[in-house]
Each structure stands twice: as structure tokens, then as C-alpha cells.
């Protein structure tokens, strides 16, 4: 490989676009603690948009996870029936360190579930199962709900925990973009940023180089020193796409040849980890304004799933208004790309400044563009979303006390967007699966 890698600039890092620094319900004082201290302290069940079809060549199972990615599960469901991945479909991601609950479908024409035993997996439960006409995708499902223990707090913070609930129920929650999309070195989007301008050596750099505190910091070492061999075996397995690229290097490949070896649907994964850091950026913008729950002239409005986009006006329809107060309508943020479509006025001023913020313009979003990179076009994102059926208790149980937090949110909404607001603390989050 030719030349050699310098220390990419990282001073872009705004550590603000995934440590708020502003809260909508910041009158009310946070009640601290910890989540995720055990599995069944967070549990997540899928909402469906519609009960299985009762017939078609896909199975459709209804299965409880612990302590496993999504993406394990399909693999086991795979060995299972004997399919390739592509048979097995899902409407989202959830997470790891959970008891959760979700819907898979296994594409098994003419086969029969009688014709398969039982899954056998300590961490896998069958809870039903049913046919269906499709193969689930992604985004296909209604909503999650949630139900939280946050430990080390008094059950007495529990009408405080209530109070911020009620008062986002009230008012939509901050549609925030969960630090877990960002890494675990929270670079993704630094990654990102770099392919959507097409510089595939700085791309390398921001995803490879070393800096802050990391358990993998060897790997990053070895990279520096150009011992592009001994990195990828100092990475685990979960490091799938850095390995892959650190292999095409120790082949000699160029920095531009090794990303090039990265599917489209991954190098997407970092373009919208940039999209999502902006995104970040220009929210915490209308929390500090206080103008996340104001509808502006030349905001674009949204339904929570980013349907239905309409531009307001310097007068707008009393009724559109009537219905952005009754959270049906959400000022909608940007999610960069080309094909975006733009906010007028001074809300498309603020978004162009945070898009400067990380040293791009609208023009730099062209390579990414051209390559063909998923996510690349652009889109807009409700900058907040309805919670439902709120619920909290404060309680004691064999692990001490704790403060449990229900509550529904739409798909792609992040419950810990939701505790960030109640504990007014860090909320210890994990990578996308």
C-alpha cells in the first residue's frame, strides 16, 4: 500500500450531539441510577402492525430472546431449519443485554412447522407461532413497549420518574438518535462523514486510528504502526467490517480498494451514523431555543413515521396547528443527503449551520450520492414522537430497590432517549447490533 496514515482530525467530535445538554423536561430533577444491571430489568415486546395472515410459505414466530442479538437469533433460526439467511426475515433490531420480545419470519415453502422440533436454546423461547404471506422487513411493526427497573434509586423518586413521563406524554419525546449509533468508540460518525465525501483514506483513518479510552486499544496500536495483520487478529469477531478492512490492507490493498470491499449496506451504516450526529446537533438547537414543541414558519411538518411532509407557512391552516398541538404533526429534522428535501426560512438556516459544524456543505453529500451507498440520499425525521401508556412504580425486590418505567414508542424511537430524560444522568448504552 502506498503512503502512510496520519492522525485523522477528530476535533469534530461534538460531544453533544449524543450527551444532551438540554431537557425538555429539565424542570423536574433527575433521579439518577442505573439500567441494564441484569436482562430482565429491561424488556422490550415488539407492537405489530397486523396479526399474521394465517397462511403463505413464510413461518412467522413470535420469539423471546436474553442476552442475544437479533442477529443471533436469525443465525439460530437458520441452523434450525435449514435456510439461508436471506429466508429469514425481522422488523427491527433490539437489544442485547434485555429480555426481549419480537417477530421473525423463515421463508420455508411447501415445508410444514410440524415437520421441526422445538428450538432448543437456553436464551430462545418459541412463544407462538403462526404462517404469514411475507417476509418481514425492517420498520415492519407499529411500535415497542418498554418496561424498565432503574436500580440504584429510592422507590420514593418514583413520582418524579412519573412526573417527567407524564409530562413527555404531554408534550412528545425528544426523538434523539441513542449514542449506541454512534459506536463504541462513538466514531461512526466520523466515518461516515468521510465516505459521504468520497475520501476513502480519511474514512480508514476515523475508523481504525487510535484515541480515548477503548478495551481494544492494541488493535488501534498496531494500526498506527501499520501492522495491519496483528490488528485484525487483536479485534473480536463483532468488529466484522474494521477486520475486513484491515485485512484488504495487510493484502496490500489501497485505503480506497479496502473500503471499496465493504458492502453498500454497511458503508450506509456510517453515513447514517453522520446523518444522526446532525440530526443530534440541530435538536439540541430547538430544545436550547425552547421551539421543539413550537411549529415554525418554514418547518416541514411530519407524522411520526416521516410521512405526510408539509411546509408551513408564515400563516398557517388553524387546523394543522390544532393538530401539531395534539402531537399528530412533529417538526421534522434533517437526515443529509442530496435528494432531502429542505426546510425553508431560518429552520433551513440552522440546518445547514450543523451541517457546517462537521465541515461539510451540501455539495460534499454528492459522492456518496453517486456511489449508489444506502441511506445516501437523505431524508427528515420527526424531531419528536408520541410515548403511550405510561406507567411507573417504585419497588423492592431480591436485587434492592428500584423504579420500573413503562411505556410504548413508535419504531425507531430510543427508550433511553426516554430514561436520559427521567435520570438526567449518562444511561449506559451498547453498540447496534
Known amino acids: 500500500m502506498s503512503g502512510s496514515f496520519s492522525h485523522p482530525d477528530h476535533a469534530v467530535q461534538h460531544d453533544h450531539f449524543a450527551q444532551p445538554r438540554t431537557w425538555l423536561t429539565g424542570e423536574i430533577a433527575g433521579i439518577g441510577g442505573l439500567i441494564r444491571q441484569r436482562p430482565e430489568d429491561f424488556v422490550v415486546e415488539e407492537i405489530p402492525m397486523a396479526p399474521p395472515a394465517g397462511e403463505g410459505e413464510h413461518f412467522l414466530l413470535f420469539v423471546q430472546k436474553v442476552n442475544l442479538t437479533t442477529e443471533q437469533v436469525a443465525r439460530v433460526l437458520c441452523e434450525h431449519f ?18 426481549t420480545r419480537q417477530r421473525f ?51 420514593t423518586s418514583a413520582p418524579r420518574a412519573a412526573r417527567c413521563l407524564r409530562m413527555l406524554e404531554r408534550m412528545g419525546v425528544p426523538n ?20 459521504f465525501r468520497g475520501n476513502a483514506r480519511a474514512a480508514v483513518e476515523a475508523m481504525l486510528s487510535p484515541g480515548g479510552p477503548d478495551p481494544h486499544a492494541e488493535a488501534w496500536n498496531h494500526f498506527a504502526r501499520s501492522e495491519f495483520k496483528q490488528a485484525a487478529s487483536a479485534l473480536p469477531g463483532s468488529f466484522r467490517v474494521e477486520r475486513l478492512v484491515l485485512r484488504e490492507l495487510a493484502r496490500g490493498r489501497s485505503p480506497e480498494q479496502a473500503l471499496e470491499r465493504v458492502p453498500l449496506s454497511d458503508q450506509g451504516f456510517y453515513i447514517s451514523a453522520f446523518q444522526s450526529a446532525v440530526f443530534n446537533l440541530v435538536m439540541e438547537q430547538r430544545l436550547a431555543d425552547g421551539t421543539l414543541a413550537q411549529p415554525l414558519p418554514g418547518d416541514l411538518l411530519t407524522r411520526e413515521d416521516g410521512s405526510g411532509l408539509t411546509l408551513l407557512s408564515e400563516h398557517p391552516d388553524p387546523a394543522l396547528l390544532e393538530r401539531f398541538g395534539a402531537l399528530e404533526w412533529a417538526p421534522s429534522g434533517p437526515l443529509w443527503g442530496v435528494r432531502m428535501p429542505r426546510a425553508g426560512g431560518r429552520v433551513a438556516e440552522v440546518e445547514l449551520e450543523a451541517l457546517g459544524a ?64 427521567i435520570m438526567k444522568t449518562g444511561v449506559e448504552e451498547e453498540p447496534d447490533a
Request: proline share 5%.
Open 105 to 155: 419470519s423463515v421463508h420455508a415453502p411447501g415445508r410444514d412447522l410440524a415437520d421441526f422440533s422445538m428450538i432448543d436454546h437456553e436464551h430462545i423461547s418459541v412463544l407462538w407461532a403462526d404462517r404469514h404471506d411475507r417476509k418481514l422487513r425492517r420498520g415492519d411493526l407499529a411500535g415497542n413497549r418498554f418496561v424498565i427497573r432503574i436500580r440504584g434509586v429510592e422507590p
Open 358 to 421: 462537521f465541515g461539510l456543505s451540501p455539495e460534499d453529500l454528492e459522492p456518496a450520492e453517486r456511489a449508489g451507498i444506502m441511506m445516501a440520499g437523505g431524508a427528515r425525521r420527526a424531531l419528536r414522537v408520541r410515548l403511550k401508556a405510561p406507567d411507573v412504580e417504585g419497588g423492592l425486590d431480591e436485587h434492592g430497590p428500584y423504579v420500573r418505567c413503562a411505556f410504548d414508542l413508535p419504531r425507531g424511537a430510543f427508550a433511553t432517549e426516554v430514561l436520559r430524560e
Open 82 to 99: 435449514g435456510v439461508s439467511r436471506d429466508a429469514i426475515g425481522f422488523a427491527g433490531q433490539k437489544d442485547r443485554v434485555a429480555v
Open 176 to 195: 434523539r438518535f441513542g449514542i449506541q449509533r454512534f459506536g463504541v468508540r462513538h466514531r461512526n460518525h466520523l466515518v461516515g462523514r468521510e465516505i
